[in-house]
């Protein structure tokens, strides 16, 4: 696909839950190999418009394409959901491997599932992105065996074994203890260096302002602030999201006064 096409385009989706409109009429576009970091209070609708990136959540209305599939149509299909699954990874809070399948099985069941690949072309897949994330040793290891840290990072190569062109990440940090949140953005950072098209919503302001090249601020449903990700934390123009960056020790961040 040209490159000069955006990896994704959101124009003016909305998402309601009942009477509660948590997403207000969003646009804007995820070029190919960019890094973009989503922030904003718990509750302002960034988690929200990451799954409807991968239609784990359907968009009211507006206009949403993903790698050149048109989520917002009406005759959306099983097949096309297929398609953007495989194209498509998303590393979520909690892990979500299956704890009664080891590392490897973890790892090579969609490939095999979904991707038709055979046994062997499964596993050296799997073993090529555990060596990329340093878990080649823990393989044979179940989900319980393993410490938070590297339960997200098996997720992390289990989405890389589709050979996803875009990754979604939805505060892939939030639930690991502060010891090892650090093993984690390292892989990020790494994928990010290599050209990886990623999405991450994210509390840790210092990857944001280093690893990402735009940051989207939300607030309430709406996008209050956007831009470059270095001059967006550092300097922000808004009164909202100077104050949220205030409450994530904003004097550690060298915002200008």
């Given at each position: ?30 070029k190919r190999g960019e890094v973009v970091a989503v922030i ?204 949220f960056l205030s409450r994530l020790n904003g004097r550690e ?5």
């Amino acid at each position: 696909m040209d490159n000069s096409t955006p990896a994704i385009l959101f124009e003016n989706i909305e998402k309601s839950y009942g009477s509660l409109k948590v997403l207000k009429g969003i646009t804007g576009e995820i070029k190919r190999g960019e890094v973009v970091a989503v922030i904003g209070a718990s509750g302002c609708g960034k988690s929200t418009l990451l799954r409807c990136f991968n239609r784990l959540e359907n968009i009211d209305c507006g206009r949403l394409v993903v790698n050149g599939i048109d989520l917002s149509q009406p005759s959306f299909t099983n097949r096309q959901l297929r398609e953007l699954r495989t194209q498509v990874g998303m590393v979520f809070q909690q892990f979500n491997l299956f704890p009664h399948l080891s590392v490897l099985e973890n790892l090579t069941l969609a490939p095999r599932k979904v991707l038709g690949k055979s046994a062997k072309e499964s596993t050296q897949l799997a073993g090529f992105y555990l060596e990329k994330v340093g878990l080649f040793d823990k393989a044979s290891a179940y989900p319980e065996q393993l410490s938070g840290g590297q339960k997200q990072r098996a997720a992390i190569a289990r989405s890389l074994c589709m050979n996803p062109q875009v990754m979604l990440f939805d505060e892939p940090t939030s639930a690991l203890d502060p010891e090892l949140v650090g093993e984690v953005l390292q892989v990020m950072q790494q994928l990010a260096a290599e050209g990886m098209t990623m999405v991450v919503v994210t509390h840790e302001m210092q990857f944001a302002r280093e690893v990402a090249h735009r940051v989207i601020f939300l607030d309430q449903g709406v996008v209050v602030e956007q831009g470059p990700a270095a001059k967006v934390i550092s300097n922000p123009e808004s009164d909202r999201l100077r104050t949220f960056l205030s409450r994530l020790n904003g004097r550690e961040l060298g915002i200008k006064g």
